[in-house]
């Protein structure tokens, strides 16, 4: 349902393109790491994997559980929910070994929530959570860099801001771009696990910089 909704809702509100550094498809047993930005960027990183041939399963924040109906479908498709800040958020990674082991793609937000800014314009990632690093490093799987931009062109700022940004949107259509780095095995301890990654994610997100049309006016800091 997740993917079939992003794949009809992002056309609507902006132009995606999508690159990959590799001619093949995302291996069954691969852990998708994104950037994460905006309200909006699920529904990219969604849209591009489904263009990839790639249904993931997605850790989540557990109070999509709680929203009518929705809570339900997200358990029937495989969805992992996550009790950030409690006891029981480590039991996620649990289910998420358990889903690459059987073949399945997991994407995981290994910066864990949203920047806390209000301006629209494109940033490095933040600083990763460890849960990235411990669940590859426990299962061996292979972690595909996802960088993407534009998000925040959609949704960013206050809340009447977001509503604004995405009742417009159609009409401004925003050049969005999702970039899927080279698969990397993290290796180390968890802190040089969780060093790599970054460094990748990183790499993916400036190369998804770069390809939007309006690149030279996009904020890009180094790190």
């Known amino acids: 349902m997740l993917s079939a909704f992003a794949r009809t809702v992002v056309p609507l509100l902006g132009r995606l393109t999508v690159t990959t550094a590799t001619s093949r498809a995302v291996a069954p047993g691969s852990i998708v790491a994104p950037n994460h930005t905006s309200l909006a960027d699920p529904a990219l990183v969604l849209a591009a994997l489904h263009r990839l041939g790639t249904e993931p399963v997605v850790l989540a924040t557990a109070g999509l559980w709680k929203v009518p109906v929705l809570g339900g479908r997200l358990s029937r498709e495989g969805h992992i929910p996550v009790h950030r800040g409690s006891r029981s958020a480590a039991a996620a990674l649990d289910l998420a070994a358990e889903a690459l082991a059987a073949g399945r793609v997991v994407v995981l937000y290994p910066e864990g929530g949203l920047p806390r800014r209000r301006d629209p314009a494109d940033r490095e990632p933040g600083v990763f959570r460890t849960g990235l690093a411990r ?55 968890t802190a040089e696990a969780t060093a790599h990654a970054r460094a990748a994610v990183h790499d993916a997100w400036r190369q998804a910089v770069s390809r939007l049309p309006s690149a030279p006016r996009t904020s890009v800091r180094a790190g």
């Open 135 to 189: 669940l590859a490093l426990a299962t061996g799987a292979p972690v595909v860099p996802l960088g993407h931009a534009g998000a925040r062109r959609i949704v960013s700022g206050p809340r009447i801001k977001q509503l604004t940004g995405i009742a417009t949107a159609p009409l401004r259509r925003p050049d969005l771009h999702v970039h899927l780095g080279e698969p990397v095995r993290l290796t180390g301890d």
